[in-house]
C-alpha cells in the first residue's frame, strides 16, 4: 500500500485514538496554542502499542510532544514551536524492537499531523535501531510565533533532519 491507502485504513481504523490524541495534542478547539504549549496538565499524546497495516508481527506506539524552539535549543533569541512525533515498532509476541516500515510511519504522520501540516515536517535521522534500519522514526514540525508552519530555522541543533517528502495527492 502507498501513503495515501495507509493513511486512510489508520484514519478508519483508529478513528477514535486519532480524535484523542488530537484533543490532547492541540487542544479543545483544534488549534495550537501558546496557551496549549505551556499548559502544565497537559499530557504527552501516546498511541499504543496498535498493530501495524504493514507488518502482522509488528505493534507500533506512537507519541506526540511539542515545545518551544527557545527552551528545545536553550536559546531566548528563538522563537516558535517544535511538534516531535516518534513512531517506534516493538515485535507483538517478544517485544524486543523492530524496524518501523517508512511508508507507515509517514502515513502516521500524515494522520497525526493532518493534510495540511504534514508536508512540511522533517525525518530525523536514525537515532535507535537494529541492523542500520530504524526501529524508533522521529519526525518534527517546524511552526512560527504564529503557529504556520516554517522551515527549520538555521539556529536548530545538529541533528540530521530532511524533509520527510509526505505529500498530499489529493485522494
Known amino acids: 500500500m502507498d501513503i495515501d491507502q495507509l493513511a486512510q485504513s489508520i484514519r478508519q481504523k483508529h478513528r477514535r ?16 496554542s501558546k496557551q496549549n504549549i505551556d ?35 536553550q536559546n531566548p533569541a528563538l522563537e516558535g514551536t517544535c511538534v516531535t512525533v516518534s513512531i517506534a515498532g516493538h515485535h507483538r509476541v517478544m ?43 522521529y519526525f518534527r514540525l517546524f511552526l512560527d510565533a504564529g503557529y504556520r508552519p516554517c522551515p527549520r530555522p538555521d539556529q536548530f541543533g545538529g541533528q540530521e533532519l530532511v524533509p520527510a517528502d509526505i505529500g498530499h495527492t489529493g485522494q
Do not use: C
Open 95 to 137: 517485544d524486543s524492537r523492530v524496524p518501523v516500515n517508512i511508508a507507515e510511519a509517514k502515513a502516521w504522520i500524515r494522520v497525526v499531523l493532518g493534510d495540511k501540516w504534514a508536508p512540511h515536517a522533517y525525518q530525523q535521522g536514525t537515532l535507535s535501531g537494529v541492523g542500520g534500519r530504524a526501529t524508533t522514526m
Open 17 to 32: 485514538e486519532i480524535s484523542a490524541l488530537h484533543h490532547e495534542l492541540f487542544g479543545e478547539d483544534g488549534t495550537l
Open 39 to 73: 499548559n502544565e496538565n497537559r499530557k504527552t499524546p501516546r498511541l499504543g502499542p496498535l498493530a501495524s497495516l504493514t507488518d502482522r508481527f509488528t505493534k507500533l506506539t506512537i507519541v506526540a510532544d511539542m515545545a518551544d524552539l527557545a527552551y528545545l535549543e
